[in-house]
């Protein structure tokens, strides 16, 4: 499967963005997908995690009650929707397909392809 994100963008403090990431193929329903993000000069981190039906989904402590993941299986597209935005949340934010769900889901090791990632900058 190949992903495509997109969405992101400059934003100032306290706004909101909505990221996608359009897979291609006709199996989409049948991948987890997971969303993750590397600051400058920070590894990368989990920040997001979905399950095939849309129903088990999972965010980091660090960003709980601000972002929300989602899909769409007849689009073939998982979203990101970011509230609140802080500059700490300044980032390349990556999605991901995993092929099994358990609950590693916030290990990078548990998804098999990447996207190319988009660049989310806040200003204070």
């Known amino acids: 499967v190949q992903l495509q994100a997109s969405g992101g963008g400059l934003v100032q403090a306290g706004g909101s963005l909505r990221l996608s990431c359009a897979a291609s193929?006709?199996?989409?329903?049948?991948?987890?997908m997971g969303w993750f993000r590397q600051a400058p000069g920070k590894e990368r981190e989990f920040v997001a995690a979905?399950?095939?039906?849309?129903?088990?989904?999972y965010v980091a402590d660090s960003v709980k009650g601000r972002f929300t993941t989602s899909r769409d299986n007849a689009k073939n597209t998982v979203y990101l929707q970011m509230n609140s935005l802080k500059p700490e949340d300044t980032a390349v934010y990556y999605c991901?397909?995993?092929?099994?769900?358990?609950?590693?889901?916030?290990?990078?090791?548990?998804?098999?392809?990447w996207g190319q990632g988009t660049l989310v900058t806040v200003s204070s």
């Open positions: 991901a397909a995993g092929t099994t769900w358990s609950g590693l889901y916030y290990r990078e090791e548990h998804y098999n392809y």
């Open positions: 193929g006709r199996t989409f329903s049948s991948y987890v």
């Open positions: 979905i399950n095939w039906s849309g129903y088990g989904a």
